[in-house]
Every structure is written in C-alpha cells, then in structure tokens.
C-alpha cells in the first residue's frame, strides 16, 4: 500500500460577487475539506475515523444545500449579479 498525502485548500478568499452569507457557508466548507483531508492525512483509518468523515461529509451536504438557497436568495434581490 502506497501513502498517499491529500492536499489542503488554501484559505478561502472572500468573492465580492457572492453575499457574506455565501462566503461564511464557502470558508465553514472549505474547512471541512480540510479537516478531511487532515484525518486522512493521519493515516489511522479506524472506525472513530470513518465515523468522524461521514459526520464531516453530512455537514458538507448540509452546506450545500444552504449555499444554494443562499444564493438563490442573492439572485432575488440582486438579479443583475445573476450570470
């Protein structure tokens, strides 16, 4: 079995064309990826482990789904934005 290093996102950096809003739920998102990434990284795949990845992937769907009623959100009151 080879090791396999999972690379980090760098910081998230604030899109002026997405509402705070967007850009809190992007930064708590990227995080999560990166948390994820970390436990990999830490090589220990028990079953605290995979555990711990499913809690982060439920959050990240979580995420998800309000990044899109957020934005859909910022289409409404700021429809010239929309591309």
Same mark, same amino acid.
């Given at each position: 079995?080879?090791?396999?290093?999972?690379?980090?996102?760098? !910081?998230?950096? =604030? &899109?002026? $064309?997405?509402? +705070?809003?967007?850009?809190?739920?992007?930064? *708590?998102?990227?995080?999560?990826?990166? !948390?994820?990434? =970390? &436990?990999? $990284?830490?090589? +220990?795949?028990?079953?605290?482990?995979?555990? *711990?990845?499913?809690?982060?992937?439920? !959050?990240?769907? =979580?995420?998800?789904?309000?990044?899109?009623?957020?934005?859909?959100?910022?289409?409404?009151?700021?429809?010239?934005?929309?591309?």
């Amino acid at each position: 079995m080879t090791n396999t290093a999972y690379p980090t996102l760098p !910081e998230w950096v =604030d &899109l002026t $064309n997405m509402s +705070d809003r967007v850009n809190a739920l992007m930064r *708590a998102n990227w995080a999560l990826i990166n !948390e994820a990434a =970390d &436990l990999l $990284n830490a090589g +220990d795949m028990g079953p605290l482990t995979w555990e *711990a990845l499913q809690d982060i992937w439920a !959050e990240t769907i =979580d995420i998800e789904a309000n990044i899109a009623k957020a934005r859909a959100l910022d289409d409404l009151a700021h429809p010239q934005l929309v591309l």
